[in-house]
Structures are given as C-alpha cells and as structure tokens.
C-alpha cells in the first residue's frame, strides 16, 4: 500500500464561510487583486487565470469561534513574481492598512501577513527557487528574519503593478491550521494522509509536505493547545487537495480506510474530516482549476 501522497500533489482552493459576502468578495477582489471566476446567490469564487484560489460561501447562520479554537490560522496565497506580490502587498496595504500584521524572510520565501475583514489569517507570498533553499537531515531551514515592507516595495514594486495589480498568476501555496496538539496533527497529516514532515517547533508547530516542497500544510498550537472538535463556525469551510491521478485518489483511499478515517466519496472527490472537524476535499489535478464549487 503507497503511503505517501504524490510528489506532485498540490493544494486547492481554501473554501471560507462568511458572514457578509459582499465585503469579503470586495477585500479578495479589489485589494488582494484576485479574479471573480464565478458567482452564485451565496458563493463567489475568486482565483487568477482559471485556477481557484479562494471560496467564499455565504453562511449568515453561523458566528464567530474563539481565537483559541481550532481552525485556521492562515490560507497562504503564493505569487509568481515578486513583482505580482508587491502589486499584492501594495493593494491591500493601501484599501485595508489596519488589515496588515506583519512580515517575515522565512528563507525559502518572503511573506506577508494579513487579516481580512471576518478575522481569516492570510498569507501573502513569494518562493525563492529552489535550489537555494537548504535541507539538513531531511528538515527544510526555515527561520523568520527582519523583511521591510517598504524597502521590498520600494525594490519590487512597478508603475504597471499599482493601476494593475492582477499580474501573473496566483494559487494556494500552503495551509497552516491552528489544532489542538502537534502528536495527534502529525499522526492523522504525515502517518495517514500520507505527508512527509519538513520541518517541526518541537510541541507546538508541524510543516509538511509532498515532494520536497517546504510545506503544503502547517499546524500550530500557539493560540489553540488543548482545543478539541470544532463545531459549524464561521472561518474555515473546507480545504481542497490536488493529486495527479484517480490511481492517487484510489491510493489514498485505500490508505484512510485502512487507519479507519470515515470517507464520503462521489467519484471524483475523497472527502473526510481531520481530528478537529476540519473537513478535507481530495481531488485529481484534472478536477481542480475549473472555476466551479464542486459539491
């Protein structure tokens, strides 16, 4: 039995519920400079290109949980340029400026951080190629230094990039999710979702990934430890995966059922939830990047 996701697997869309569809559409829209791709009553999907990176479903039933509850704690967008991320960086910073909480050189990337109108987390990033990012022990270095948002725009930022900012592409690098202990996240993501550990916060943070990337999904217990099960909240709806084929899809099927993990499986998407009712969406590559929210 494979017990490892694909090395071309990669993440989906990061579906939110809202409370007021009108104004986070607005923040994704008009200052992260995503691309409405398609729009019902009650869901808008927003991404660049053909490729879906965020999901805004309409929820005004559900309220607000607890910071120290889990969930999420960021959906990371991934840039192609550093020229696309300062158009980014300089559209928010300039519609929502009390929306910006931070920046940081991780060393394999260089990352800004926000949060949108309802509380989401939300990661604003750039890669640096690969081979200059550096392993030791098969453990990803990744630290978080001093980054000047106002030198990196001042460097990186084009006239061209401030009246249009929808430049290149965009998609969703990484997820970090706030869980309530980094044994029981490492068990349920790497032994049975089949993720390989890139690097670890001994006790409190888990990153990990599918081949070699420095990581596709993170989980803290900074805001969270202890936290049990969520319950139907605003924030957090769903988290979609990529992977290359229906053999992969039948592979990690045949793996969660073998650990015990409840499936929900419509032919084309392998849905089950993670030990805190975080519900994951597993799909093929030829499933993803159409624009539509599959139900």
């Known amino acids: 039995m494979t017990e490892l996701l694909a090395p071309d697997t990669a993440m989906g869309a990061v579906t939110l519920s ?8 607005a923040y994704y829209r008009d200052a992260v400079a995503l691309t409405v791709l398609s729009e019902s009553s009650d869901t808008v999907v927003l991404g660049r290109g053909t490729t879906p990176v965020v999901i805004l479903k309409h929820s005004p039933a559900l309220t607000h949980a607890s910071p120290r509850d889990a969930g999420l704690f960021h959906t990371a967008i991934l840039f192609d340029t550093e020229e696309a991320l300062a ?3 300089y559209s928010v910073a300039t519609r929502y400026p009390k929306t910006f ?3 940081a050189d991780h060393l394999v990337s260089k990352a800004f951080y926000f949060t949108d109108p309802e509380g989401n987390g939300v990661e604003l990033y750039w890669d640096r190629d690969r081979t200059q990012w550096s392993w030791t022990h098969g453990a990803v270095e ?3 230094l001093f980054l000047d948002p106002n030198g990196f725009l001042q460097e990186n930022l084009t006239e061209a990039a ?3 900012p929808v430049i290149g592409g965009a998609r969703i690098g990484h997820v970090h999710l706030q869980v309530g202990d980094i044994a029981t996240a490492r068990e349920f993501y790497v032994n049975r979702l089949g993720f390989e550990a ?3 916060i001994p006790g409190s943070a888990v990153f990990v990934s599918a081949g070699g990337y420095h990581h596709h999904m993170a989980m803290n217990t900074w805001n969270s430890s202890g936290a049990g099960p969520r319950l139907p909240a605003l924030g957090l709806a769903q988290v979609d995966i ?3 084929s229906a053999d992969d899809l039948g592979a990690l099927g045949e793996r969660m059922t073998h650990h015990g993990i409840q499936l929900r499986h ?3 998407t392998l849905s089950f939830d993670d030990p805190w009712a975080n519900t994951i969406h597993v799909r093929t590559t030829a499933n993803q990047g159409n624009g539509r929210r599959e139900k």
Not at 18 to 25: F, I
Request: charged residues 15%; aromatic residues 0%; proline residues 3%.
């Open 18 to 25: 809202v409370a007021n569809l009108d104004a986070l559409t």
């Open 87 to 89: 158009a980014s960086v």
């Open 101 to 103: 909480t931070g920046s």
């Open 142 to 144: 990744m630290a978080t």
């Open 162 to 164: 401030v009246e249009q």
């Open 198 to 200: 890139t690097t670890e």
């Open 242 to 244: 990529a992977v290359p």
């Open 266 to 268: 419509d032919g084309q």
